[in-house]
């Protein structure tokens, strides 16, 4: 085909010119008032039949190029009737439109099978995509053009489907949007609601072809990827740039993106059930969809005071399900995406947390139930999650348990975060006085639940971190809050700095190390030998 092509290429741009020559011809009736409308549409059926019935009397001869020269010619005369008496001049209605548009394409998709004529098809579509750009109509018959092209689009790409020629939905695709373009900028459409026309109608083709290109994929052997993922991509791009320009001075562009990063990744997820293998197709949707979620998400509460609380709990949910997706699936790589995103997470929240409001409940502020409060615990409870339950199998045990004990220990620092903007936001809240003294309790509380840790999963790293927090309180202690006046509460501040470093010493004389551990039970092995 490839072959005929390079052969014949300069008759097809020849029976471009003669369709051209026509269409001029029948705007130059128009012009000087010649004919009448209805004498026009008469010749424009008569003509084209005319060319239709002597490529079939060609074909009959065997002489198969002039016959689908001829026969592609005919068709694109009658498309351009079809133009002329629905889109150009509203002399026919949109039902008209569509039973004669129906009628035209299902007599060529007919002829082409009978005789696979490929050639015919690209000539009847290019004649059928050029009428209504060539005549270029004075009213703006928008839905009778939408008919039209969805008729033309649709036995097109099923004939490309049913010949493998695809060829006719290169030329569909491109032609639409073009056509679509031209459209836009000739009428100079008023976009002044977000349910525009302009808007519906790329909303209808992008839907379309994405509907069409998997459709197209699956009935060709289960091929996802080659042209229709390209065509894909393209209409993603297209479409997204139209829908920014369109609807951004009403809703957020995030709400566009969002909804097509869903349909992309609904789209990776069925053709993986399809297919059962991570093809190019599947990463490239799943991949594509994902960051388009993503980007649309980081958009959400844009210019509210809330938005880095809103932020958190959303980017700490999609960690949770890139997790659980990751389990579910055996995806290793995924559960890597899931630890990095809850770490960023929490390093942006310990950046921003300080000038976020709190997001108090019932208008009082109750330490530890606050919106903000429980943006750290959900950070932490999915960190310690992931230290139990996050391993890698290719790699080794021993390197498994360091990533552990890593996710457990920046845990705990979001445990400590969390005491120390919770006190010092009720200090600031009641106007009380204290608080360098009250965070030194606070943190030797957070060592003691170190230590604490640290007991309960037989780790010797939760020991010595609780023992740097508290050798840094009791620093801090010597040399800044002993500087301060002497108050009843400085007294009872140190008391209890006291009371909780016994608990501690106590913790750490009954401790017991896996070394230790093994040791004991090796010395009972021995005096039972005994």
Request: some cysteine; overall charge positive; glycine content about 8%.
């Given at each position: 085909?490839?072959?005929r092509?390079?052969?014949?290429?300069?008759?097809?741009?020849?029976?471009?010119?003669?369709?051209?020559?026509?269409i001029?011809?029948?705007?130059?009736?128009?012009d000087?008032?010649?004919?009448?409308d209805?004498?026009?549409?008469?010749?424009?059926?008569?003509?084209?039949?005319?060319?239709v019935?002597?490529?079939?009397?060609?074909?009959?001869?065997s002489?198969?190029?002039i016959?689908?020269?001829?026969?592609?010619?005919?068709?694109?005369?009658?498309y351009?009737?079809?133009?002329?008496?629905?889109i150009?001049?509203?002399?026919?209605?949109?039902?008209?439109v569509l039973l004669?548009?129906?009628?035209?394409?299902a007599?060529?998709?007919?002829?082409?099978?009978?005789?696979?004529?490929?050639?015919?098809?690209s000539?009847?579509?290019?004649?059928g995509?050029?009428?209504?750009?060539?005549?270029?109509?004075?009213?703006?018959?928008?839905?009778?053009l939408f008919?039209?092209?969805?008729?033309m689009?649709?036995?097109?790409?099923y004939?490309?489907?049913l010949?493998s020629?695809?060829?006719?939905?290169?030329?569909?695709?491109i032609?639409?949007?073009?056509?679509?373009t031209?459209?836009f900028?000739?009428?100079?459409?008023?976009?002044?609601?977000?349910?525009?026309?302009?808007?519906?109608?790329?909303?209808?083709?992008?839907?379309?072809y994405?509907?069409?290109?998997?459709?197209?994929?699956?009935?060709?052997?289960m091929?996802?990827?080659?042209?229709n993922?390209?065509?894909?991509?393209?209409?993603?791009?297209?479409?997204?740039?139209?829908?920014?320009?369109?609807?951004t001075?009403?809703?957020s562009?995030?709400?566009?993106?969002?909804?097509?990063?869903?349909i992309?990744?609904?789209?990776?997820?069925?053709?993986?059930?399809?297919l059962?293998?991570?093809?190019?197709?599947?990463?490239?949707k799943?991949?594509?969809?994902?960051?388009?979620?993503?980007?649309?998400?980081?958009?959400?509460?844009?210019?509210?005071?809330y938005?880095?609380?809103?932020?958190?709990?959303?980017?700490?949910?999609i960690?949770?399900?890139?997790l659980?997706?990751a389990?579910w699936?055996?995806?290793?790589?995924l559960?890597?995406?899931?630890?990095?995103?809850?770490?960023?997470v929490?390093?942006?929240?310990?950046?921003v947390?300080?000038?976020?409001?709190?997001?108090e409940?019932?208008?009082?502020?109750?330490?530890?139930?606050n919106w903000?409060?429980?943006?750290?615990?959900?950070?932490?409870?999915?960190?310690f999650?992931?230290?139990l339950h996050?391993?890698?199998?290719?790699?080794?045990?021993?390197?498994?348990?360091?990533?552990?004990?890593?996710?457990?220990?920046?845990?705990?620092?979001?445990?400590g975060?969390?005491?120390?903007?919770q006190?010092?936001s009720?200090?600031?809240?009641?106007?009380?006085?204290?608080?360098v003294?009250t965070l030194s309790?606070?943190w030797?509380?957070?060592?003691?639940?170190?230590?604490l840790?640290?007991?309960?999963?037989?780790?010797?790293?939760?020991?010595?971190?609780?023992?740097?927090?508290?050798?840094?309180?009791?620093?801090?202690?010597?040399?800044?809050?002993?500087?301060?006046?002497?108050?009843?509460?400085?007294?009872?501040?140190?008391?209890?700095?006291?009371a909780?470093?016994?608990?501690?010493?106590?913790?750490?004389s009954?401790?017991?190390?896996?070394?230790?551990q093994?040791?004991?039970?090796?010395?009972?092995?021995?005096?039972?030998?005994?």
């Open positions: 085909m490839f072959q092509y390079q052969k014949h290429w300069p008759s097809l741009l020849g029976a471009m010119f003669v369709f051209i020559a026509l001029t011809l029948l705007k130059y009736s128009l000087v008032k010649f004919l009448t209805t004498m026009k549409i008469g010749a424009g059926l008569l003509a084209g039949a005319g060319f019935l002597a490529g079939l009397r060609f074909v009959l001869k002489n198969s190029l016959s689908e020269l001829f026969t592609g010619l005919g068709v694109a005369l009658l351009m009737t079809c133009s002329f008496a629905g150009y001049y509203s002399l026919w209605d949109p039902m008209v004669s548009m129906i009628a035209v394409t007599g060529t998709c007919v002829y082409a099978i009978r005789f696979h004529s490929r050639l015919i098809m000539i009847g579509l290019v004649g995509l050029l009428s209504p750009i060539m005549m270029q109509p004075e009213t703006d018959q928008v839905f009778s008919l039209y092209l969805l008729v689009n649709a036995a097109f790409f004939i490309s489907v010949k020629w695809f060829e006719l939905r290169l030329i569909g695709f032609g639409t949007w073009f056509l679509y031209v459209y900028i000739l009428f100079q459409h008023h976009v002044d609601v977000f349910w525009s026309k302009p808007f519906r109608y790329a909303l209808a083709a992008y839907a379309f994405v509907i069409a290109l998997f459709y197209t994929s699956y009935k060709n052997r091929r996802f990827d080659g042209l993922l390209y065509l894909g991509i393209s209409n993603a791009v297209i479409f997204g740039l139209w829908a920014l320009g369109l609807i001075p009403f809703v562009f995030a709400v566009p993106l969002f909804f097509m990063g869903a992309y990744v609904g789209s990776a997820w069925w053709v993986y059930r399809l059962h293998v991570w093809s190019a197709s599947v990463v490239t799943l991949t594509c969809g994902t960051l388009l979620m993503m980007i649309a998400l980081t958009q959400f509460g844009k210019g509210y005071a938005k880095p609380l809103i932020s958190v709990y959303l980017w700490v949910f960690a949770a399900v890139i659980i997706i389990k699936c055996a995806v290793e790589i559960k890597g995406v899931s630890v990095a995103l809850w770490g960023c929490g390093l942006y929240w310990y950046v947390t300080w000038n976020t409001p709190r997001g409940w019932f208008g009082v502020f109750i330490p530890f139930f903000g409060a429980v943006a750290w615990i959900v950070i932490a409870v999915l960190g999650y992931m230290s996050v391993d890698f199998r290719k790699l080794t045990q021993s390197s498994n348990v360091m990533i552990s004990n890593v996710l457990s220990l920046l845990s705990h620092l979001v445990v975060g969390l005491l120390t903007v006190v010092q009720l200090f600031e809240e009641y106007d009380w006085h204290g608080l003294l309790i606070s030797s509380v957070y060592s003691l639940l170190l230590f840790w640290g007991a309960y999963s037989k780790q010797r790293i939760f020991r010595i971190f609780g023992t740097v927090v508290l050798c840094l309180v009791a620093g801090k202690t010597i040399l800044f809050d002993l500087a301060e006046e002497a108050t009843i509460y400085k007294v009872i501040v140190f008391l209890v700095l006291g909780i470093c016994f608990t501690i010493s106590y913790i750490n009954i401790w017991k190390s896996p070394s230790m093994q040791k004991e039970g090796e010395d009972m092995e021995v005096k039972e030998g005994q």
